[in-house]
């Protein structure tokens, strides 16, 4: 008779431990919006989001086990949460250069860009900077232009305190356009490159910087 109430405190305690630490203030629908980002990539549990100081863009810290785990930089574009790049980290024995190389985290291409682009872009970039490519993501807009592709997205509408409305909208993705962050997600900063495509070339346009 007495085990139905323990077992269901230990329920209630295990529940409550799989929510992530938050650091900064992030709204219910933008967490919602963050997990499910995080929860297309992978099935790790999420335990912290924190508050970058750039606007729409936070850090995301999941783990897989008590040794093992990533880092993701996630970033809200047009009411979307998605993610600009990734980096996995194990407790083990110290690595050699040549081990740090091959466990640099792998980029992800773009479905909207081609190999033979993507290739080029990663050249162009190293054109500039010799830094860790950590993600290469599409330049999305709200308007229709040319060498865009449309696709569907969802937003979320602030209708009053407390009050808001998901509803359908059609964003463009462009093809001759790309970000690329560059850094190491260890110092919680790094640079930002906007990539174009002017004929057949691939050139960087723009320079910013990214940190946390």
Same mark, same amino acid.
């Given at each position: 008779?007495?085990?139905?109430?323990?077992?269901?405190?230990?329920?209630?305690?295990?529940?409550?431990?799989?929510? !992530?630490?938050?650091?900064?203030?992030?709204?219910?629908?933008?967490?919602? %919006?963050? +997990?499910?980002?995080?929860?297309?990539?992978?099935?790790?549990?999420?335990?912290?989001?924190?508050?970058?100081?750039?606007?729409?863009?936070?850090?995301?810290?999941?783990?897989?086990? !008590? =040794?093992?785990?990533?880092?993701?930089?996630?970033?809200?574009?047009?009411?979307?949460? /998605?993610?600009? %790049?990734?980096?996995?980290?194990?407790? +083990?024995?110290?690595?050699?250069?040549?081990?740090?190389?091959?466990?640099?985290?792998?980029?992800?291409? !773009? =479905?909207?860009?081609?190999?033979?682009?993507? #290739?080029?872009?990663?050249?162009?970039?190293?054109?500039?900077?010799?830094?860790?490519?950590?993600?290469?993501?599409?330049?999305?807009?709200?308007?229709?232009?040319?060498?865009?592709?449309?696709?569907?997205? #969802? +937003?979320?509408?602030?209708?009053?305190?407390?009050?808001?409305?998901?509803?359908?909208?059609?964003?463009?993705?462009?093809?001759?356009?790309? %970000?690329? =962050?560059?850094?190491?997600?260890?110092?919680?900063?790094?640079?930002?490159?906007?990539?174009? /495509?002017?004929?057949? #070339?691939? /050139?960087?346009? /723009?320079? =910013?910087?990214?940190?946390?």
């Amino acid at each position: 008779m007495k085990l139905i109430p323990l077992l269901f405190t230990f329920a209630a305690v295990a529940s409550a431990s799989a929510h !992530p630490r938050v650091i900064g203030h992030v709204a219910p629908e933008d967490l919602a %919006g963050i +997990t499910a980002a995080i929860s297309s990539d992978t099935q790790d549990r999420i335990v912290e989001v924190r508050v970058a100081s750039v606007a729409d863009r936070v850090g995301v810290q999941t783990e897989s086990g !008590p =040794s093992a785990g990533c880092r993701y930089l996630v970033q809200r574009t047009n009411g979307v949460w /998605k993610i600009l %790049g990734k980096s996995c980290w194990t407790r +083990t024995t110290r690595l050699s250069q040549e081990d740090t190389e091959q466990r640099r985290p792998r980029v992800t291409r !773009p =479905s909207q860009v081609s190999e033979r682009d993507f #290739t080029e872009i990663i050249a162009a970039v190293r054109a500039v900077t010799s830094e860790p490519i950590l993600a290469i993501d599409t330049v999305t807009v709200s308007k229709p232009v040319t060498e865009a592709i449309a696709r569907k997205a #969802t +937003t979320v509408d602030i209708l009053g305190p407390g009050r808001t409305r998901m509803r359908e909208i059609v964003v463009y993705d462009r093809t001759d356009q790309v %970000g690329v =962050s560059t850094g190491d997600y260890r110092n919680l900063k790094g640079d930002s490159y906007l990539v174009v /495509k002017r004929g057949a #070339t691939w /050139k960087v346009e /723009k320079k =910013s910087f990214w940190i946390h």
